[in-house]
């Protein structure tokens, strides 16, 4: 199984990326799927997160601005950023919960940078 993430750059602030993330290998289902970063010197954070129903939550940081969905038949999560901030300049990891065979474990991409300059 892996998870490949495109998406990220370098925007100015208030502008707008996007980001997607696709699961590919033997999967039998998929839980939930979400976005996390880590700035320089900080730890690993979640920006979103979405349920396999849609059901979502998002970082206060983020609210508003941000927005995750997903397409179950591709096995694909993407966020849309919107207004972006130089506060949100990190590394973005897609995560998802996937169950290969009878467990569930938990599976990162391989992370995609994205730069807000001010």
């Known amino acids: 199984v892996q998870l490949q993430a495109s998406g990220g750059g370098l925007v100015q602030a208030g502008g707008s990326l996007r980001l997607s993330c696709t699961a590919s290998?033997?999967?039998?289902?998929?839980?939930?799927m979400g976005w996390y970063r880590q700035a320089p010197g900080k730890q690993r954070e979640l920006v979103a997160i979405i349920a396999y129903g849609g059901s979502t939550n998002y970082a206060d940081s983020v609210n508003s601005r941000f927005t995750i969905s997903r397409d179950n038949a591709k096995n694909t999560v993407t966020l849309q950023m919107n207004s972006l901030k130089p506060e949100d300049t990190a590394v973005y990891f897609c995560n998802a919960e996937i169950r290969e065979r009878v467990l569930f474990r938990a599976y990162w991409g391989q992370g995609t940078q994205v730069t807000v300059s001010s």
């Open positions: 290998g033997s999967i039998s289902s998929i839980r939930d």
